[in-house]
């Protein structure tokens, strides 16, 4: 299973973007009128979130419905992102239009404001023998401790 950050631009046209642990790009997406199944079956698709992100300091009800429905961490910015900081990642990365670029900027924050902690994971799985380093990853995102999802690991007791 494919662990993942999912950044959302709900509204009357909607966007999703899905980065796997490692930054890179696994799904990008627009819906119009797309309503929470629309986002639950993408994400299906996309893998199994870690982190629902989006790029508003006051996360919206959609965010907060998709995180509790995948017990996902609700990822949000102290501050809402500048359009200019949007429109930096939109010329780094292809996006089709502004909902895209949004969403894509919130799963892009969100993975650059747990790369520190990710990288840490990585090299303290690989040095204790872990072949799923993903799984790993996305438990600690979750808020376990590395040490309890390493035992949870090995036990095979999670699964999410």
Not at 27 to 47: C, K, N, P, Q, S
Not at 143 to 158: M, Y
Request: proline content about 2%.
């Amino acid at each position: 299973m494919r662990h993942i950050i999912v950044g959302i631009d709900p509204g009357k046209t909607s966007a999703i973007a899905c980065l796997d642990l490692n930054g890179r790009p696994v799904m990008l997406r627009t819906g119009r009128h797309a309503g929470l199944e629309w986002f639950v079956g993408l994400i299906h698709e996309a893998g199994s979130p870690a982190v629902v992100a989006c790029d508003k300091r006051n996360a919206d009800h959609t965010a907060s419905r998709l995180a509790a429905i995948f017990d996902a961490v609700l990822f949000s910015p102290r501050e809402d992102i500048r359009v200019a900081k949007k429109d930096e990642l939109r010329r780094a990365m292809k996006t089709r239009n502004h909902h895209e670029r949004d969403a894509l900027t919130a799963a892009v924050t969100a993975y650059n404001a747990f790369a520190n902690k990710l990288n840490q994971v990585e090299h303290l799985s690989r040095t204790n023998g872990i072949d799923d380093i993903d799984t790993v990853k996305a438990l600690v995102l979750k808020k376990h401790s590395f040490h309890e999802a390493l035992a949870g690991k090995r036990a095979g007791r999670f699964v999410r």
